[in-house]
């Protein structure tokens, strides 16, 4: 039987932890939190808690994408193969310094990833009193701002965020509420020789 894993908080949001049971149903006595003394660990205040997080499993991997309550973004990466944390606190963006954007109402994280092992990441931010949707991307060791996920307007409020895919294209598309109207919008990323993203945002599933 192939062993269950499962991604994790500590009660004060500070720290992330991958659990592993190795039993059919397991208890809550079964699971065992592994390479603990490694894990990320956001111990500098509460405005450091995870708001949001997200964990995308790939083969002998799980890639985890943390958003904390000031609006940083990190990406982290836990093997399932040695049972250890590969990739700590690595930093995607200081979403809420002064240099960048506005600290997010409500912090929303999500992350995808492409045949080729890039990750493409959507992290939330402000600007003004309304949120917004931002899409990263990493291709081998680097992070790279791609820009607006979400139409970029006052009228539009965003938030929460799933990436979803790839599909056959290895397309990665996104689902984002529309908090103003209630409407669900969709968009996606269409690789080509460059990056490019389709800010189609027409395509609503409404949910009035």
């Known amino acids: ?39 990320p660990n956001f111990q500098l205040g509460d405005a450091h808690a995870i708001e949001s997080y997200w964990a995308f499993e790939d083969g002998t991997n799980i890639h985890i994408a943390t958003q904390l ?28 310094e002064t240099n960048f954007d506005l600290t997010p109402v409500e912090p929303a994280v999500s992350l995808a990833l492409r045949s080729d092992g890039d990750v493409i990441l959507c992290a939330a931010y402000a600007v003004g009193t309304t949120d917004r949707i931002r899409v990263f991307s990493r291709q081998g060791s680097t992070w790279a ?39 669900i919008d969709l968009a996606s990323i269409a690789w080509t020789t460059l990056f490019q993203v389709n800010k189609n945002l027409t395509q609503q599933v409404t949910t009035h």
């Open 1 to 39: 039987m192939s062993s269950k894993y499962i991604v994790l908080t500590t009660s004060d949001r500070h720290q992330l932890h991958v659990s592993k049971a190795t039993t059919a149903t397991p208890a809550n006595a079964d699971w065992d939190s592994q390479d603990s003394a490694n894990s």
């Open 69 to 96: 309550q000031v609006g940083h973004v990190h990406y982290h990466v836990f093997s399932k193969s040695s049972d250890t944390w590969t990739t700590v606190e690595e930093l995607v963006e200081f979403i809420g």
């Open 145 to 183: 701002n791609e820009g607006a996920a979400s139409e970029d307007t006052a009228a539009k409020d965003y938030h929460g965020v799933t990436v979803v895919g790839p599909d056959s294209s290895d397309r990665i598309s996104w689902v984002i509420k529309n908090h103003t109207d209630f409407d």
